[in-house]
């Protein structure tokens, strides 16, 4: 045995072409072959938001066409005169007024001379506002107008007795709170 032999010489099945086949023409026109990578689309999937919409806007027309119905069969009645439809005539109106400007009184005061007090409380802007220290009775006045403002009032007195301690939040002339503490270090608090 030789080299070309064993190595596949010019006898090598492998490097000869491959013969052809015997080819018959069809008699029947073939469909194209899809290709393999190729997946159909689902159809688009409906939103349900569309859903909804749809299922008010038939749900809207449906008592519109009731009321219409109802109209007419009532105009139809033996008996019955159609009812009349009036049309109110348009009047201009001014614009509103502002409202009228409302007094704000905070007041604390306290059962002892000389007493010191630390004071919290929210203005006509809603604005916290902080005094570190005042003397016993303050008073604080403001107006509003429009609408009213949250209205807080805290004291805490710093210096003097144990006696009572008031505070109050009074508007309009009419009080909406009072709050009375009592003690060295009283704390009353006073919201409308």
Not at 9 to 32: E, I, K, L, Q, W
Not at 55 to 81: E, I, Q
Not at 153 to 171: D, F, N, Y
Request: net charge neutral; with cysteine.
């Amino acid at each position: 045995m030789t080299n070309a032999d064993q190595d596949g010489g010019p006898d090598d099945r492998r490097s000869r072409p491959p013969t052809p086949a015997a080819y018959a023409a069809p008699s029947m026109p073939v469909a194209p072959v899809p290709d393999d990578g190729y997946v159909e689309q689902a159809p688009p999937r409906r939103d349900r938001r569309f859903v909804w919409f749809a299922a008010s806007v038939l749900a809207v027309l449906a008592c519109f066409s009731g009321v219409l119905l109802t109209a007419v069969s009532d105009g139809d009645r033996p008996g019955r005169a159609p009812a009349a439809t009036a049309v109110a005539p348009v009047v201009e109106t001014d614009p509103p007024s502002a409202a009228a400007p409302v007094e704000v009184v905070y007041l604390v005061t306290s059962s002892g001379r000389g007493d010191l007090a630390r004071v919290e409380y929210t203005d006509q802007d809603r604005d916290i506002i902080r005094k570190g220290e005042v003397s016993l009775p303050w008073r604080l006045t403001f107006t509003v107008v429009g609408d009213k403002p949250p209205l807080v009032l805290l004291a805490q007195r710093k210096e003097g007795g144990t006696g009572a301690m008031t505070c109050s939040i009074t508007v309009g002339g009419k009080e909406l709170t009072t709050a009375v503490q009592r003690g060295r270090y009283a704390a009353p608090q006073c919201s409308a």
